[in-house]
């Protein structure tokens, strides 16, 4: 099993910076893609950006350019990296992982984190 835990929200004015943390514990034999994903009030959960196992990444179209994601294998940890925030960016960001459990399945798990509020306010 794969914990998730994520740090780092809070409330920021326009134009400010966060970043968020999300760190991995448990048993488990490999994380492979990670990922941030973001729900705002009334709207459906979307994807922000993912970092597979290489550090290959992929951003939504809406936050290319401000958003960086990056992760430190060595510490099953991976960080969102937000700047010139805007109120759109307001919502719960959730990480999530892809985790095989063993070296013999090559099946991956989907965890999810509890998520952490990000406000962006004036």
């Known amino acids: 099993q794969v914990q998730l835990v994520e740090s780092g929200g809070g409330l920021v004015q326009p134009g400010g910076s966060l970043r968020l943390s999300c760190a991995a514990s448990g048993t488990f034999f490999s994380l492979d893609t990670m990922g941030w994903y973001r729900q705002a009030p009334g709207k459906e959960r979307e994807l922000v950006a993912t970092?597979?196992?290489?550090?290959?990444?992929n951003y939504a179209d809406s936050v290319k350019g401000r958003f960086t994601i990056s992760r430190d294998n060595a510490k099953n940890t991976e960080y969102l990296q937000m700047n010139s925030l805007k109120p759109e960016d307001t919502a719960v960001y959730y990480c999530?992982?892809?985790?095989?459990?063993?070296?013999?399945?090559?099946?991956?798990?989907?965890?999810w984190g509890q998520g952490t509020q990000v406000t962006v306010s004036s």
């Open positions: 999530n992982a892809k985790a095989r459990l063993s070296s013999w399945s090559t099946f991956q798990y989907d965890y």
């Open positions: 970092i597979d196992s290489r550090r290959n990444s």
